[in-house]
C-alpha cells in the first residue's frame, strides 16, 4: 500500500517501483494505492489472506487493521521510491504485525533502512489538508468582500455597511474562518484517534479559538488548534485502552469516548491552558506599553515579530490590539508598523511557492496564489497552512519578515490611522508616507520568502528527501503519475505487466528464476514482435500520433523553441486552429510545473480550443534540451499532447495515462531512441496500449 499527503506523485511513483522490483526478483505482486483520486486496486480478503508479507510505503495515516497476522514492514513513501528491491527482501523476514494501535506498528518492521513517517507527522498533515479549504474560501471570500463593499473608518477599520450584499458575502466567509481552526484540530485528533477523537478535537479546537471561555481577548488560535488536536488524538487512544464490561463495549465509540473525552478536554483547556494563555496576553499589553518612549525601530521590530508569531492567536493580538488602542489617543505610528507586518506572512509565503516551486506540491502552489491575494487585504491567516505544516520552518522566516517590515516602517513613521493592514489600507488612503509602507511590505515580504526557501531546503536535506545537490522534488510530475495511477487496474495482466497503480503486498511465491524473462520483458517483446509481423504501423494512441506528427530529430534547443516546433509539427494535420495559442498554453503550464519527468522525458501538454480535435506529437533530440526536469536529465524524447477543452477531463488524463506507464519501461524507451527511422519509431510506439 502507497499513499503520500496530497496523493498524486509519491504514491504512484512508489507503487511503480515497487512492482518493478518485485518482477525483477521473481515475486508475485498486487498494488494498491490510495491516492488523491481514491483508493485504486485495492487489496481484498484474499489478497491479504495468500499474501506472505504486507509492505506500507506511506506519509499519512493508513488503515493496518487488516494486516493482523501478516509479515509487515511500513515505512515512509520514499522508502518505495528509492529502495524498492531492499524492502521486499525485508518483508520476507519482518516481524509479524499484531494489530497493536499508534506509532509504528507494533509487531511490524518500521526501523532500518529508512524510517516510516510518525505518526504526528501524518497526524499534522491530515489537519493541514482538511484546514486549507477553508482558508482559501474565507480569506478570498472577505477579501473581495472588503476590496468591493468596504471603506475605511477611523473607528472601526474596513467596515462593510450592514444588511448589504457584500457585507453577507462577508459573513459567509467570516464563517468559513470560525470553522478552519476546529477542522484543524479535529482532523489532526480524527488521524490519531480515528472517529471517537473527531468531535472532542472539533469541539476543542472551538474552545481554543475563542478566548472569552478562559478570560481573554484573543483565542489560541491554530497553535492553539495544534495543542488541542494531538490532546483530543491521544487522549482517546489511552480511554480505548480501558476494558469495560462487555455491554458497554458498544456504545463507548458513539457516546461514551466522545463525550468524556470532550468533557475532559473542553473542562482543561478552559482551566489549565487558558490561564496561561490569559496571563500571557495581559503582561505582552502591559510590556508593550512601556516601550512606546523606546526606540521606534526597535518598537516596530518587536511588534512585526508578535505579528507574525501566530497569526490570530494571543501573541498576535496582543500586538495588534496594542495599535489599536493608541490610534484613539492620536499616535497613529504603532498602528502603521502593525498594518506593514500584517500582510508579510501571507504575500512571503505565497512569494516563496514560486520562487522555489520544486520544494512545494501542486496543492501548496494554488495555496500560495491564494495567499498572495489574501496578503493583498491584511488577511494574515493566509500564512496558516504553510506555517501549520512546517512549523520550525515558516514561523521563524514569518518572524524575521514582520520584523523587517515593522522595523521599516518605525524608522520611516509610518501611520495606520484604521485598525487593519495590507496594501488594502494604504490604497484606501488610512496610511501615510504610503510610500515608505510599500518598501516595508516588499522588503518584508521578500525576506520571508527567502528565509522559508531556504530553511524548507535545508530541513528536506536533512531528512534525507533529496540528495545533496539534487532538486527537491520527484523525478515525475504530479499530474502524470497521477493520470498513470489513474488508469491503473484494468486487470491482473495489466498490473503485472504495468504496474503503475499502488503499492505492494508481496509474495514470496516464485513466478520464474530470475534467469527467465519477466513478465514485463515477455510482454514488450511479444508486443514489439506483434507489430513488426503485422506490418507497417500508420498511427497510435487511438490514431492521435501518426507519421505526420512524428519527427526524428528536433531542430530546436532550447524548451520553448521545442514546444513552437512541435506545436508546428501537430498544426500539419488541420487539427491546429491557431498555433500561437497552442504555444501560449503549453508554455503557461510549464510555468506552473516543469513537464519534465526525468529519465530523459517531457512532456508538454494544452488543453485549448485552439487545437479542434485531440493530436499527439512525438519527437526525438540528440543532445538534449533543458527541460528543468527534476532529475536534471536533458529532455530526449518529446510528446506534446493537445486537446480541446471539451476533452480535458477525459481523453487528455487517458493519453497521459497510457504514456506514462509505458515510459517507466527502461527497454522501451531504449527502443524508442535507438529506432532508425520513423516507420520504426511507429512500430515501437504501437506497443503503447
Known sequence: MTACPTGIAHTYMAAEKLAQAAEALGHEIKVETQGSIGVENALSDNDVENADGVIIAADKDVDRSRFTGKRLVAVGVAEGIHHPAQLIERVQHAPVYDGEEGGSAKGGESAGGGKERSLAYKALMNGVSYMIPFVVVGGLLIAISLAIGGHANPEGGLVIPDGSFWKHVNDIGVIGFALMVPILSGYIAYAIGDRPALVPGMIGGWIANTGDLY??????????????????????????KVKVPKFIQPIMPIIVIPIVATAALGLFFIYVIGKPISWVFTHL????????????????????????????????????????????????????????????????????????????????????????FMGLFGISEGAIPFAAARPAQVIPANMLGGAVAGAIAGMAGVT?????????????????????????????????????VTLVDIADRKKGKVPAGAPAKPLVPEPALAMAGAGAGAGAADRVAAPAAGAAVPASRTAGSPEKPTATEATATAAAAGTAADGPVDEVLSGYLTERTLKTQLVSREKEAAIREMAELVAGTGKVADVDELV??????????????????????????????????????????????????????????????????????????????????PGFRARLQSAPDSAAILRVLGEIR
Request: charged share 15%; aromatic share 6%.
Open 416 to 452: 495606520d490611522a484604521v485598525p487593519h493592514g495590507g496594501p488594502i489600507v494604504a490604497v484606501l488612503g488610512a496610511v501615510g508616507g504610503v510610500p515608505t509602507f510599500f518598501i516595508a511590505v516588499a522588503i518584508g515580504s521578500v525576506v520571508t520568502a527567502l528565509a522559508t
Open 285 to 372: 499589553t502591559d510590556f508593550l506599553g512601556g516601550m512606546t518612549g523606546s526606540s521606534a525601530i526597535l518598537l516596530g521590530a518587536l511588534l512585526g515579530l508578535m505579528i507574525a508569531f501566530d497569526m490570530g492567536g494571543p501573541v498576535n493580538k496582543t500586538a495588534f490590539l496594542f495599535g489599536t488602542g493608541l490610534i484613539a489617543t492620536g499616535n497613529l505610528t504603532v498602528m502603521g508598523m502593525c498594518a506593514a507586518a500584517i500582510p508579510v506572512m501571507p504575500l512571503g509565503q505565497g512569494l516563496a511557492t514560486l520562487i522555489r516551486k520544486r520544494l512545494y506540491s501542486d496543492q501548496e502552489r494554488e495555496t500560495g496564489m491564494a495567499a498572495l
Open 215 to 240: 478570560g481573554s481577548k484573543a483565542g489560541a488560535g491554530f497553535i492553539g488548534a495544534i495543542v488541542t488536536g494531538f490532546l483530543a488524538g491521544y487522549l482517546v487512544l489511552g480511554i480505548k
Open 584 to 665: 501560449r498554453v503549453a508554455l503557461a503550464r510549464e510555468a506552473q510545473g516543469t513537464t519534465g519527468l526525468g529519465e530523459e522525458i517531457a512532456i508538454p501538454h494544452a488543453k485549448t480550443d485552439a487545437v479542434t480535435a485531440p493530436v499527439v506529437g512525438f519527437a526525438r533530440s540528440a543532445e538534449g534540451i533543458d527541460w528543468g526536469s527534476l532529475d536534471g536529465t536533458p529532455a530526449r524524447l518529446v510528446f506534446l499532447i493537445s486537446v480541446p477543452q471539451a476533452a480535458a477531463g477525459d481523453e487528455h488524463l487517458r493519453i497521459l495515462a497510457l504514456l506514462s506507464r509505458k515510459l517507466m519501461d
